[in-house]
């Protein structure tokens, strides 16, 4: 059977590797001059930095990636760290101590700097690891079949009966029913600025998936209990090119194909079932073809409105994607480590994170007043640049569009007031910058062939309905970060993996 997959993003590698194996001849079309999306990893001057997600969860070989890893026969081909990250705040930071203090130590802090929380503290606890243990008994379910599947699924309902009454609340009301304090409610929602959602827009019980206690000690056991099982937080040895590069080289062993600088000019339909895609003006037959990227270029421009219902068509057009990501990546001849965490440091300018999302959502660039993450990947991979040098990136989220001038015209001066906020942090900063690649959202538009850079795909809002990935259209399958599993490498991997099985198994 002959499978078509336009884009060669995570996704579409995923997916492509898992229909190779079977069989299938994969032929995969990339608009850009090479394969990888932003999964991918850029150089100057001897300098690499990395464009995408900087952390990744569960790639441990018993955890969700490292299986699919392995069933690939490529786990052992993709280098990767435990890891952790750092938060800083505006008058505080939090701090992973020298010496392990167990793995509530996080609460003890923060007892400590908010004594009038710490009954909100306890109650939260106490919801976090059931939470923990509901996503364990998750994560079990999906790899059972039959009766223990069943019993996994009564256990898992059980354990979600205590939260039910949550289950609808947003993270602003889930976060005031265990605290008074805005910064304490910070210290948890803070990283809801990579989703680009405000916490009255974001599912409240997520909250408590975005905060493992592991991210911010790798000390802290894997089990917090029976069933109680947390996922480790990684970094890319060498980069994410070396998670993309034994995928791409997987497919082509077994006769895929990556073209690139190929962009798909139509889905062809015919009767409702698709028939192949055109490239080039030459037609290309399949049997399946599966579509990432931009849900409006392929669903209206690809495919056409004239095949789809207009109850889909306006499905497509309601979907609530993120905004865009400034990255300035420096390659600096300092040594970076007295002033941040780790590989990655969170440095956040307010506490009033629901207005400072809206703003960007807005049109307004704060740049870098808000905060940034700053990633130094040299500190687990040196590398990634030259010997007694190292690679050094600061991003904040930003909007795709500007409200005054445009991203090309600014790009300079936002990268100069970047840096210097940084500088608050660590200092002397620009003079010891040897090089430096700037990043703006007009540059991911071209990367991503999109009309509007999400750098997360999808926006997590409340009681919205995504595009799942079976498509209206008979043998079309859309996977990716803007289709119903969202975006991020722990989502689209797994995602497009469990089509492509689905694909081989009909």
Request: hydrophobic residues 40%.
């Amino acid at each position: 059977m002959k499978a078509i997959i336009i884009g060669s993003g995570i996704a579409g590698l995923t997916a492509g590797a898992a229909l190779a194996k079977e069989g299938f001849e994969v032929t995969i079309f990339e608009q850009y001059h090479r394969p990888g999306g932003v999964a991918a990893t850029i150089e100057k001057d001897g300098f690499q930095w990395d464009l995408g997600q900087l952390m990744l969860e569960g790639f441990g070989k018993n955890e969700p990636i490292g299986q699919i890893l392995d069933e690939l026969g490529i786990y052992d081909q993709v280098s990767s760290k435990i890891d952790q990250r750092g938060y800083v705040f505006p008058d505080y930071e939090i701090r992973t101590p020298e010496t392990y203090g167990g793995p509530k130590w996080r609460m003890d802090f923060l007892k400590k700097q908010f004594p009038e929380e710490a009954r909100g503290l306890d109650k939260y606890w106490k919801d976090y690891l059931r939470f923990t243990k509901l996503m364990t008994f998750g994560r079990k379910a999906d790899r059972q079949s039959g009766l223990a599947k069943t019993l996994t699924m009564a256990r898992l309902y059980w354990t979600l009966l205590p939260l039910l009454p949550k289950a609808k609340w947003s993270a602003e009301k889930l976060m005031s029913s265990y605290f008074k304090s805005e910064k304490l409610k910070m210290v948890f929602t803070s990283i809801l600025a990579d989703f680009f959602t405000p916490p009255s827009d974001f599912l409240g019980l997520g909250i408590f998936a975005l905060n493992s206690e592991l991210s911010f000690d790798k000390r802290i056991p894997k089990s917090l209990g029976p069933n109680t099982d947390l996922l480790y937080l990684y970094s890319m040895l060498g980069g994410i090119k070396n998670l993309t590069g034994p995928i791409i080289s997987l497919i082509e062993s077994l006769g895929g194909k990556i073209a690139v600088e190929s962009p798909v000019e139509k889905i062809v339909v015919e009767g409702n079932k698709v028939t192949g895609v055109r490239v080039g003006g030459e037609f290309f037959p399949a049997d399946v073809v599966l579509a990432s990227g931009d849900a409006e270029q392929i669903f209206f421009k690809l495919i056409g409105r004239e095949n789809l219902t207009a109850e889909y068509a306006e499905l497509v057009e309601n979907q609530t994607l993120m905004d865009s990501v400034f990255m300035v990546h420096l390659g600096i001849d300092m040594d970076p480590t007295p002033f941040v965490h780790g590989p990655v440091t969170y440095y956040y300018g307010t506490y009033d994170l629901e207005n400072a999302i809206k703003d960007a959502q807005n049109g307004e660039y704060h740049e870098g007043r808000d905060g940034f993450v700053v990633h130094v990947p040299t500190l687990h991979s040196p590398e990634m640049a030259p010997e007694g040098r190292h690679t050094l990136t600061v991003y904040t989220i930003c909007p795709d569009t500007l409200n005054e001038g445009t991203w090309e015209e600014r790009r300079e001066e936002f990268a100069d007031r970047l840096v210097t906020y940084t500088e608050k942090y660590i200092p002397g900063l620009s003079e010891h910058t040897r090089t430096r690649v700037i990043f703006t959202p007009a540059d991911f538009r071209e990367l991503t062939h999109a009309r509007h850079h999400a750098f997360g795909g999808l926006a997590p809002v409340m009681n919205k309905t995504y595009l799942e990935h079976k498509t209206p259209v008979e043998g079309l399958w859309f996977i990716g970060q803007q289709s119903e599993s969202g975006g991020g490498v722990a989502n689209v991997l797994p995602s497009s993996y469990k089509v492509a099985r689905r694909i081989i198994k009909s």
